[in-house]
């Protein structure tokens, strides 16, 4: 469901893609930083969401 929600936010983009990253951005979370899945799937659900939409707009810095 979680990677249905994401698939749906970041359209144009190669489905696996998603799920493989938010899969080992959660376990990673989940392993290393200890926290339980629920917690490491939501921060894994902002990461996602993150990397794909800095990695796919141009940020125009000229005007900052």
Same mark, same amino acid.
């Given at each position: 469901?979680?990677?249905?929600?994401?698939?749906?936010?970041?359209?144009?983009?190669?489905?696996? !893609?998603?799920? =493989?990253? +938010?899969?080992?951005?959660?376990? *990673?979370?989940?392993?290393?930083?200890?926290? #339980?899945? !629920?917690?490491? =799937?939501? +921060?894994?659900?902002?990461?996602? *969401?993150?990397?794909?939409?800095?990695?796919? #707009?141009?940020?125009?810095?000229?005007?900052?």
């Amino acid at each position: 469901m979680v990677h249905d929600h994401l698939i749906k936010r970041l359209p144009g983009i190669d489905p696996e !893609s998603i799920i =493989e990253f +938010f899969e080992e951005r959660a376990a *990673i979370r989940e392993h290393e930083a200890g926290m #339980h899945r !629920s917690l490491a =799937e939501q +921060f894994a659900f902002q990461d996602t *969401i993150k990397h794909f939409y800095l990695d796919n #707009h141009i940020i125009n810095t000229t005007n900052l």
